[in-house]
C-alpha cells in the first residue's frame, strides 16, 4: 500500500489535467459548463417527467421521438436522466448541463480503464512501458474522444453506457483474477453495472447481461458438481444461498430495463418501435420511403454485413486531403433496401476504426491468432472466465453489422471489444513471457500506432465539429479559426 501511496499526488495531478483537457474539447474552447447544446435538455425533461410519475416528454425536447397515443417518448435509457437528476443538487433543472453529463461519463470512462489495465499488472515488469502506450491511447486516442462535441442526447447517452461498461468490465475482471475475494459482493455489484449500461444504450447494454448470463451459467453447473475435482475447476463455488441472492439481485436488474421498455412502448423486449417512429413518418402519419424500407425488410438485415463492415473499417481515399489535418470525413452512399418497389439510399460520413483505432484493432486481432499457444498459462492462472468477457463484448458490434443504419458516433459500439481485446493480449504476452516485448522494433511499432490513434482521432473530432450542423455556427467558425483557418481554408 505505501508503495502506491506515493503515486497518489501524480496520479490527481494528471487527472486534474484530464479533466481540464476533457473540458476543453466539449466546450469547444469556450470552458463554459451552462451552455445550449442541441437537445441537451432531453434528459432534464425525462428526469422532470419520472418525477411526475410519467414516462413520456414534451415533444419539442429531440427530433427523434416515438409516438403512442398522441404521447412522445425518447429511445435512449433513463440511466442518464438519473444522473441529470443528481446534478440538479447542484443546478437548477431548468440549466442546460449536459456538458457536465458528458465530462463525467468520460472521466469514468478514462478511470475504468486505466484501473483495469492496472488489474492485469501491465504496469511492471516488461509490459511497464507498453502501459504508458495503452494509457494514451485509452485516454486520448480511442473513438470515444471524437464524440465528446457536441454534447447532445445522443453522445451522452453513448458515452455514458462505454463508461458504465467499462466499470462493468473492471468488477468482472476482478472477480476473474481473484475469485477468493468479495466473491458475493462483486458478483451483485455486475447486476446493477449491467442494468445501467443497457438503460443508456441497448446496443451496449447486450454485452454486460449476455456475460451475465454465460456466467451465472457457469456458476450454476460448477455448483451442482462441486464434487468433481475436474469439473470446472476455474470457476469458484459459490454456496447455494448465495448463488440464490446474486441470481435474485441479476434477475430484477434485468427486469428493470424490460420494466421501463414496458411503460414507455407496452412491450418489454422491443426497445425501439420504429413503426412508431415520427423520423419515418410523414405529416399525415404513413410512411416514408425510409419508414417503407423498415417496415418491408425489418431493421435486420445479415446480408447487409458486407457493405456495414465495408463503413466501419475500410478507408476510403476520399478520407485523405492533401491539406490540414490532412484527414476528412469520407461520405458513402449506400443502399441498405432495394427491391422493384424500394429503392432506398443513405449517405453518411465516415472514419474507419482502421484509422481511428489502429492500436486497438491491431492488439485484438493479433491477441485472437496468438491465443492458442497461451492456452496453459491461461489456465494455471485461472482465467478462462475473462473468454466469457471477451465473448460477450463482441455482441454490440456483430450486431451493428446487421443494423439498418450506420453513422459516425455508432463505431464506439466496437470499443468495449477492441479495448478487453487488447489489454488481454498484453496479459497474455506478459503471462507467457513473449519475446515480442523486449524487441525495439516491436515497442517503436506500438509507439507509431500510439501517437496516430491520437492524431486521427483529434482530426475527426476537429472536423466533426467544424462541419456539423448541430454545432452554432460561432462555436464551429470559432474552432475552425483556431486550429484550421489560419493554416488553410477549406471553405467550411
Given at each position: 500500500?505505501?508503495?502506491?501511496?506515493?503515486?497518489?499526488?501524480?496520479?490527481?495531478?494528471?487527472?486534474?489535467?484530464?479533466?481540464?483537457?476533457?473540458?476543453?474539447?466539449i466546450?469547444?474552447?469556450?470552458?463554459?459548463?451552462?451552455?445550449?447544446?442541441?437537445?441537451?435538455?432531453?434528459?432534464?425533461?425525462v428526469?422532470?417527467?419520472?418525477?411526475?410519475g410519467?414516462?413520456?416528454?414534451?415533444?419539442?425536447?429531440?427530433?427523434?421521438l416515438?409516438?403512442?397515443?398522441?404521447?412522445?417518448?425518447v429511445?435512449?435509457?433513463?440511466?442518464?436522466?438519473?444522473?441529470?437528476?443528481?446534478?440538479?443538487?447542484?443546478?437548477?433543472?431548468?440549466?442546460s448541463?449536459?456538458?457536465?453529463?458528458?465530462l463525467?461519463?468520460?472521466?469514468?470512462?478514462?478511470?475504468?480503464?486505466?484501473?483495469t489495465?492496472?488489474?492485469?499488472?501491465?504496469?511492471?515488469?516488461?509490459?511497464?512501458?507498453?502501459?504508458?502506450?495503452?494509457v494514451?491511447?485509452?485516454?486520448?486516442?480511442?473513438?470515444?474522444?471524437?464524440?465528446?462535441?457536441?454534447?447532445?442526447?445522443?453522445?451522452?447517452?453513448?458515452?455514458?453506457?462505454?463508461?458504465?461498461?467499462?466499470?462493468?468490465?473492471?468488477?468482472?475482471?476482478?472477480?476473474?483474477?481473484?475469485p477468493?475475494?468479495n466473491?458475493v459482493?462483486?458478483?451483485?455489484?455486475?447486476?446493477?453495472?449491467?442494468?445501467?449500461?443497457?438503460?443508456?444504450?441497448a446496443?451496449?447494454?447486450?454485452?454486460?447481461?449476455l456475460?451475465?448470463?454465460?456466467?451465472?451459467?457457469?456458476?450454476?453447473?460448477?455448483?451442482?458438481?462441486?464434487?468433481?475435482?475436474d469439473?470446472?475447476?476455474?470457476?469458484?463455488?459459490?454456496?447455494?444461498s448465495?448463488?440464490?441472492?446474486?441470481?435474485?439481485?441479476?434477475?430484477?436488474?434485468?427486469?428493470?430495463?424490460?420494466?421501463?421498455?414496458?411503460?414507455?412502448?407496452?412491450?418489454?423486449?422491443?426497445?425501439?418501435?420504429?413503426?412508431?417512429y415520427?423520423?419515418?413518418?410523414?405529416?399525415?402519419?404513413?410512411?416514408?420511403?425510409?419508414?417503407?424500407?423498415?417496415?418491408?425488410?425489418?431493421?435486420f438485415?445479415?446480408?447487409n454485413?458486407?457493405?456495414?463492415?465495408?463503413?466501419?473499417?475500410i478507408?476510403?481515399?476520399d478520407?485523405?486531403?492533401?491539406?490540414?489535418?490532412?484527414?476528412?470525413?469520407?461520405?458513402?452512399?449506400?443502399?441498405?433496401?432495394?427491391?422493384?418497389?424500394?429503392?432506398?439510399?443513405?449517405?453518411?460520413?465516415?472514419?474507419p476504426?482502421?484509422?481511428?483505432?489502429?492500436?486497438?484493432?491491431?492488439?485484438?486481432?493479433?491477441?485472437?491468432?496468438r491465443?492458442?499457444?497461451?492456452?496453459?498459462?491461461?489456465?494455471?492462472?485461472?482465467?478462462?472466465?475473462?473468454?466469457?468477457?471477451?465473448?460477450?463484448?463482441?455482441?454490440?458490434?456483430?450486431?451493428?453489422?446487421?443494423?439498418?443504419?450506420?453513422?459516425?458516433?455508432?463505431?464506439?459500439?466496437?470499443?468495449?471489444?477492441?479495448?478487453?481485446?487488447?489489454?488481454?493480449?498484453?496479459?497474455?504476452?506478459k503471462?507467457?513471457?513473449?519475446?515480442?516485448?523486449?524487441?525495439?522494433?516491436?515497442?517503436?511499432?506500438?509507439l507509431?500506432m500510439?501517437?496516430?490513434?491520437?492524431?486521427?482521432?483529434?482530426?475527426?473530432l476537429?472536423?466533426?465539429t467544424?462541419?456539423?450542423p448541430?454545432?452554432?455556427?460561432?462555436?464551429?467558425?470559432?474552432?475552425?479559426?483556431i486550429?484550421?483557418?489560419?493554416?488553410?481554408?477549406?471553405?467550411?
Open positions: 500500500m505505501k508503495n502506491y501511496l506515493r503515486y497518489v499526488p501524480a496520479a490527481i495531478f494528471l487527472g486534474w489535467a484530464l479533466c481540464a483537457y476533457y473540458f476543453f474539447l466546450s469547444r474552447t469556450d470552458w463554459h459548463l451552462v451552455a445550449s447544446e442541441f437537445t441537451g435538455m432531453t434528459y432534464a425533461n428526469w422532470e417527467h419520472l418525477l411526475q410519467r414516462w413520456d416528454v414534451d415533444p419539442d425536447v429531440n427530433v427523434e416515438f409516438v403512442f397515443d398522441h404521447k412522445y417518448y429511445y435512449f435509457g433513463i440511466f442518464p436522466a438519473l444522473i441529470r437528476g443528481m446534478l440538479t443538487l447542484f443546478y437548477d433543472i431548468h440549466d448541463v449536459p456538458r457536465l453529463g458528458l463525467i461519463a468520460a472521466m469514468i470512462l478514462a478511470v475504468a480503464h486505466v484501473i489495465a492496472i488489474q492485469f499488472d501491465l504496469h511492471k515488469g516488461e509490459t511497464k512501458r507498453y502501459f504508458y502506450l495503452l494514451g491511447v485509452l485516454l486520448l486516442g480511442t473513438p470515444a474522444v471524437y464524440i465528446l462535441t457536441p454534447a447532445h442526447s445522443y453522445h451522452e447517452a453513448i458515452l455514458w453506457s462505454l463508461a458504465m461498461d467499462a466499470v462493468f468490465n473492471l468488477f468482472f475482471i476482478r472477480f476473474a483474477l481473484s477468493g475475494k466473491t459482493l462483486r458478483l451483485i455489484c455486475l447486476g446493477p453495472l449491467a442494468a445501467s449500461v443497457i438503460l443508456s444504450r446496443s451496449v447494454g447486450i454485452a454486460p447481461f456475460a451475465l448470463a454465460i456466467l451465472g451459467l457457469l456458476l450454476f453447473l460448477r455448483f451442482i458438481n462441486k464434487q468433481k475435482q469439473f470446472l475447476t476455474w470457476v469458484p463455488v459459490i454456496s447455494f448465495r448463488l440464490a441472492l446474486v441470481a435474485v439481485v441479476w434477475f430484477l436488474c434485468g427486469c428493470s430495463a424490460l420494466y421501463v421498455n414496458y411503460k414507455k412502448f407496452g412491450d418489454p423486449l422491443n426497445f425501439q418501435p420504429l413503426e412508431n415520427v423520423v419515418f413518418q410523414n405529416e399525415d402519419g404513413t410512411f416514408n420511403d425510409r419508414g417503407l424500407a423498415i417496415a418491408k425488410y425489418g431493421v438485415r445479415w446480408d454485413s458486407v457493405p456495414m463492415f465495408e463503413y466501419y473499417f478507408p476510403h481515399a478520407n485523405f486531403s492533401k491539406h490540414w489535418p490532412y484527414l476528412v470525413l469520407g461520405n458513402t452512399i449506400y443502399s441498405h433496401y432495394f427491391s422493384s418497389h424500394i429503392d432506398y439510399r443513405e449517405s453518411r460520413t465516415f472514419m476504426l482502421t484509422l481511428s483505432a489502429p492500436f486497438l484493432l491491431f492488439f485484438s486481432l493479433f491477441g485472437l491468432f491465443r492458442p499457444r497461451s492456452w496453459s498459462a491461461f489456465h494455471r492462472d485461472g482465467s478462462y472466465l475473462l473468454d466469457t468477457l471477451a465473448f460477450a463484448n463482441l455482441a454490440p458490434g456483430l450486431i451493428l453489422l446487421g443494423m439498418w443504419g450506420a453513422c459516425l458516433r455508432y463505431s464506439v459500439d466496437f470499443l468495449p471489444a477492441l479495448v478487453t481485446g487488447t489489454l488481454l493480449t498484453f496479459y497474455f504476452l503471462l507467457t513471457g513473449s519475446h515480442l516485448l523486449a524487441k525495439k522494433k516491436f515497442f517503436y511499432s506500438c507509431v500510439t501517437i496516430f490513434s491520437i492524431y486521427v482521432v483529434h482530426s475527426t476537429l472536423i466533426y467544424v462541419t456539423n448541430t454545432v452554432p455556427f460561432d462555436s464551429r467558425k470559432k474552432v475552425y479559426d486550429f484550421i483557418g489560419p493554416l488553410h481554408d477549406l471553405g467550411y
